[in-house]
């Protein structure tokens, strides 16, 4: 009777054990099971559509033209708003335009959707979105209205892509948006322009479009700001910190880990290597097709060891004025030609400060007092793509260089009565001091 009787307790026990365990388990699975819906995703799409009352001109095959960066803003704008007015809006990331082909106009374009939870948008619903957003259908023509843009709803196009495939894309149209519509020294820096302890040469004076090589150590402050691939420049204006074109770090290129940051050499793939800890952009920057405000600075994951050949350029006091007429310097990596390959040695190009009143007579109410023209306007010599967020480097009659520029836009390159337009520095120096103590 106390066999049977301990044999059925000890069935008990094992079973109340294994019911306790059955519990468990099937807590940990439903735990485990909301932490994978939990986790962030994100996913990308290509998709296109026809614009049948835009009509196509050359013009919008070069990024770098006003007709590109007008059309562009409008369809940003608008996918914009389909998408955020729609059921995906807590979704949906962001849109880039990457080009227009001819025809009636064709856009071409990448969005991207993320969130938490085991869901991630499918391209049946991108596209359902957009069709509903449309108005004025008309099943006869097969046409319809996306604000004052007519589309070809035979043309609608969504797939998705891959993250490689999405970067390429973005990247792509950041550097062909690139300057478009255009002996040891001491390791403490100072933005003083007495005695500074910064802007000053080390190599030997010897692109650009009609640029020359640059030597090691002739501009030590020069940046190379990587994704893979060189795609802005930039200054180092202390051990710690960058600065460079709010353009640059728009739509996926916004995100510090993505970026490398190479100095100390001229050749494009050698140098210095850090990573960037933060990227802040002046909070009165809009858009690449309004360009007041566009700087940026970002501070380095591990700071510098400053050498002859990696130092800071001097930043000028807010009440210091660069001369119309003086002679000043623009560096970069960016292309030889407009739409050309990008060189393998840093680029130098001589340029001359262009007055206000002649820089708004060739762009018109693009201009603000936040920029500043430079150039020659018989053309010859102009920051051009990939040198976007580079110095604009003027001489004083001391020897030392300071910072009077950023490469931000321009229409084309090296075109005659254009200028290269930069970010004033001299307009941006307190809120540059603000975020970085420099």
Known sequence: MKTTRCIVTTILIICGLAAIIAVVVAILAIFLTKAANSSPWKVYYKGNFRILNVPYNDNLATSSSMEFFVLANKTHAQLRSVYSKSSLSNQFGLAQVIEFSSGSVKVVFVLQFRGNGSTPTVVGAIKEAFQQSLTQLNTFDQSGYLDDFIIDLTSIQFTEISKAEADALFIKAMQNLNATITTEIPTTFTSKEESPTCGSQFGLTSKIVGGTNSEDGEWPWQVSLQVGSH??????????????????????????SEWQAYMGSVELRRGTRRDIKRIIIHPSYRTINDNNYDVAVLELLNPLNFSKFIQPICLPSSSKIFPDGQHCTVTG????????????????????????????????????????????????????????????????????????????????????????????????????????GV
């Open 333 to 436: 990596w960016g292309a030889l030609a407009f739409g050309g390959q990008l060189p393998d040695i840093l680029q130098r190009g001589n340029v001359v400060i262009i007055s206000e009143q002649t820089c708004k007579h060739a762009y018109k109410n693009l201009i603000t007092p936040i920029m500043l023209c430079a150039g020659i306007l018989t053309g010859e010599v102009d920051s051009c793509q990939g040198d976007s967020g580079g110095p604009l480097a003027c001489k004083q009659s001391d020897g030392f260089w300071f910072l009077a520029g950023i490469v931000s836009f321009g229409k084309g390159c090296a075109n005659p009565g254009f200028p290269g337009v930069y970010t004033r520095v001299t307009a941006i120096r307190e809120w540059v001091h603000e975020q970085t």
């Open 231 to 256: 795609v802005c420049g930039a200054s180092i204006i202390s051990d710690s910190w960058l600065i460079s074109a709010a353009h640059c770090f728009q739509m996926q290129l916004s995100i510090p």
